[in-house]
């Protein structure tokens, strides 16, 4: 019998748990799994909460379905049942501008819109408009290899549009600042339009065009985003997860890797360490220090959630939209806020709203030092000026995250690779997880089954083989 232990219970971690049992009973292989998790819960920053009749989502509240993985997580899951779709009278988000919401074409969120005459539409400045609206006639860049987001949109939009636009929306989306973030990471298919088609704008056309009649472009689940959490974890089952328990150290023996926690030692074929770099860091120091050196390397940016309910009749403003982002310019303590009752179905009792507003982003670090009842005072006196919020919330809570998201600076598809490589001189060790290829949960999910067939072929070569369906999206 040989025996796998996966440190870490987020998504990654029970997806790579999750494809091994499935393996081990599709095939009958004689393999013993265990998942290792030091806090008391699965499920890592995918955090559900039931209070009251209210479905608060306190880390990622959707899936990115236009991507593959985003598709086959719920086939695979069996949760399509489950799949709701924002409400079309429910998609546009608003920009914060002097102190006053104004709606942005849903297409803006995607960094680009379809036509350049969504750019005379959008409330920006006359400056960001006209330079916007010639993207679709300047000529691509020349070369490869990787940039900033910053550069990209300065090259392709300018940079008043840069300023207004998709600063606020990488620190609402990645909390990091567009300066450093990597095109070639995060945005891959828009530097790939780029080179196709000569113009994003144009590209964008093109897509849409073929995505007519879909629905959104996001999909979440009913009961939260939990639900996927809670069904990887029965699949696995309890008795294969091992919860409140913290891995101290991690050696090698001269044939198995050795797993110790809380005075316990796991022997193990194979380890899938499917945590932070932070986290993975201090357990291969004594094992691969070139590797806990390069992962060392990774910054990250706090996230912070502020969770508020509140009587429809206490809000003043319409909510017709999903929410809204606030430009660094506007000097707000938040950098925006969802309406999550209004994006999908059943998340708050008839006659109230539930909102979740965030803060946290490269640079603001010091929202961490203040109290709970500090940031959500903070959040909701914003929140009273821009919705017109009046009494009390029904419901308040907060959520930080430290070190809740791996920056992809420019150049971290080559730091994956050379960490991967590293990774490679210890034979059965694998890294999966947010800090490497993705950080959504579709992302994970897959990186979690890509570390699972690894370890098959590790252990029992060609057994992945007459799996494709389990590992492929």
Same mark, same amino acid.
Request: net charge positive; aromatic share 8%.
């Given at each position: 019998m040989k ?11 029970l997806?790579a ?15 013993e799994?265990?998942? =290792?998790e ?9 955090l ?6 209210f ?7 959707s ?9 086959a997580?719920?086939?695979r ?5 489950d799949?709701?779709d ?6 546009t988000?608003?920009?914060l501008k002097?102190?006053?919401?104004q709606?942005l ?6 960094? #680009? ?5 969504e750019?005379l ?10 330079r ?5 006639f300047?000529p691509?860049?020349?070369g ?7 550069s *990209?949109v300065?090259?392709?939009?300018g ?6 636009l998709?600063e ?5 989306i ?11 990471a995060?945005?891959p ?13 144009r590209?964008?056309a093109?897509?849409?065009g073929?995505?007519?009649g879909?629905g959104? #472009? ?6 939260g ?19 409140g328990?913290?891995?101290?150290s991690?050696?090698?023996?001269p044939?198995?890797?050795e ?9 193990a ?8 770099? *932070?986290?993975a ?5 004594? =094992? ?10 990774q910054?990250y ?8 309910a509140?009587?429809r009749s ?11 982002? #606030?430009?660094?310019a506007?000097?707000t303590?938040?950098g925006?806020c ?5 994006k999908?179905?059943?998340? #708050? ?9 965030y803060?946290g ?6 929202v961490?030092?203040f109290?709970p009842?500090e940031?959500?005072?903070?959040g909701?006196?914003e929140l009273?000026?821009v919705?017109g ?18 920056q ?6 080559e ?17 999966a ?12 999910f ?6 699972a067939?690894?370890?098959?072929e590790?252990?029992?070569?060609g ?7 389990? *590992?492929?999206?």
């Open positions: 025996r796998v232990v996966v440190v870490g219970a987020g998504v990654t971690g997806s748990a999750w494809g091994l049992v499935r393996a081990v009973r599709a095939l009958g292989l004689p393999l799994v265990r998942v =290792v030091r806090e008391r819960r699965v499920g890592g920053k995918v559900t909460e039931r209070v009251d009749g479905v608060v989502d306190a880390g990622p509240d899936l990115f379905y236009v991507r593959p993985w985003a598709r997580l719920p086939q899951l069996g949760l399509e049942a799949l709701v924002q409400d079309p009278h429910h998609r988000v608003f920009l002097g102190g006053r919401l709606p074409p849903a297409s803006f969120l995607a960094l #680009a819109p379809s036509r350049p005459a750019f539409k959008a409330p920006l400045s006359w400056r960001a408009r006209l916007g609206a010639v993207e679709a300047l691509p860049r020349k490869g290899g990787d940039e900033s987001i910053a *990209f300065r090259r392709r939009f940079r008043a549009f840069l300023e207004e998709a606020p929306l990488m620190a609402g990645h909390g990091g600042v567009a300066e450093e973030l990597s095109m070639a995060l945005y298919q828009m530097l790939e339009m780029e080179r196709k088609k000569g113009s994003v704008v590209a964008m093109a897509y849409l073929s995505r007519s879909r959104s #472009a996001f999909r979440s689940f009913r009961g985003m939990g639900r996927v959490v809670e069904a990887l974890a029965e699949e696995v089952g309890p008795e294969r997860i091992l919860l328990r913290e891995v101290r991690l050696g090698r023996a044939s198995v890797w797993v110790e926690f809380a005075g316990e030692v796991l022997e074929d194979a380890v899938v360490l499917a945590l932070p770099a *932070f986290l860091r201090p357990l291969l120091g004594g =094992v691969r220090p070139s590797l806990a050196s390069l992962l060392g390397e910054a940016a706090p996230a912070v959630s502020l969770v508020y509140f009587r206490d809000v003043s403003f319409s909510l017709e939209g999903s929410g809204y982002l #606030a430009p660094r506007e000097r303590f938040l925006g969802s309406w999550l009752s209004q999908w179905p059943g998340r #708050a009792p008839e006659g109230t709203v539930l909102l979740r507003a803060a982003r490269v640079g603001q670090e010091e961490l030092s109290p009842e940031l959500l005072r903070r909701l006196e009273r000026v919705l919020l009046r009494g009390e919330p029904l419901l308040s809570r907060a959520y930080l995250w430290p070190r809740a998201m791996p992809y600076r420019v150049g971290h598809l730091w994956v690779e050379a960490a991967e490589r590293e990774a490679g001189y210890l034979p059965g060790l694998y890294l997880g947010a800090s490497y290829r993705g950080v959504g949960v579709p992302e994970c897959g990186q979690g089954l890509a570390a067939r690894s370890v098959l590790c252990l029992f070569p057994s992945a083989e007459g799996l494709e369906g389990l *590992f492929e999206p």
